[in-house]
């Protein structure tokens, strides 16, 4: 297992929370994701270790950045 966080660029609401965690979860293996409004992050736990290309690409998918 790894867990890994991530900070979102751009989240406002619990819409946008569902959004980003709902694209990051489709991401293969992952088998968590908890995010954060507040903090503005992202928290993944993955059966194998992460790409983070892939979740980028998940957080752009739901109209958002991650922070490089």
């Known amino acids: 297992m790894e867990t890994k966080s991530y900070?979102?660029?751009g989240m406002t609401c619990s819409?946008?929370?569902n959004s980003v965690?709902?694209?990051i979860g489709k991401i293969s293996g992952v088998r968590d994701?908890?995010?954060d409004l507040t903090n503005g992050t992202a928290t993944?736990?993955?059966d194998?270790?992460?790409d983070d290309a892939a979740v980028a690409a998940a957080v752009d998918?739901?109209?958002y950045e991650l922070a490089r």
Request: with cysteine; hydrophobic share 40%.
């Open 15 to 17: 819409h946008c929370v």
């Open 33 to 35: 994701v908890q995010v």
């Open 48 to 50: 194998r270790p992460l």
């Open 61 to 63: 998918e739901a109209g």
């Open 44 to 46: 993944v736990t993955s």
């Open 21 to 23: 965690g709902s694209e």
């Open 7 to 9: 900070t979102v660029i």
